[in-house]
């Protein structure tokens, strides 16, 4: 079983990944900026746990009502550009949230 959990780790905000109760990633966010700062992949994870693991992040930072998020780490450029974030610059990757949850599919 796959879950994604808030939770406050060294005295940053993110969600962390388990898998079969195994700690298997983090996504680090700043909830006041919106912006995904860094992430970890804590083992091998397979396309959906990586995916589940930002759409978390996403999901709370738009319940928050950002409709904007910075994404400032690009480790897996491949899976954050997958999930529609438009690359700015070196380190700097955008995603608009509106109408991102909309539906069934999406993303």
Not at 8 to 31: A, H, I, M, W
Not at 48 to 64: A, H
Not at 83 to 95: I, M, Q, R
């Amino acid at each position: 079983m796959i879950e994604a959990k808030k939770v406050v780790y060294e005295n940053k905000f993110c969600y962390q990944l388990t898998s079969d109760g195994k700690l298997g990633g983090r996504c680090f966010y700043d909830p006041t900026e919106g912006e995904i700062y860094d992430y970890e992949y804590l083992m091998e994870l397979d396309d959906i746990s990586k995916r589940m693991m930002f759409l978390s992040v996403l999901g709370y930072l738009e319940d928050i009502g950002h409709r904007k998020v910075v994404c400032t780490c690009n480790k897996d450029e491949d899976i954050i550009t997958r999930l529609g974030f438009e690359k700015k610059a070196e380190n700097k990757f955008v995603l608009s949230l509106e109408g991102y949850f909309k539906g069934c599919g999406g993303h």
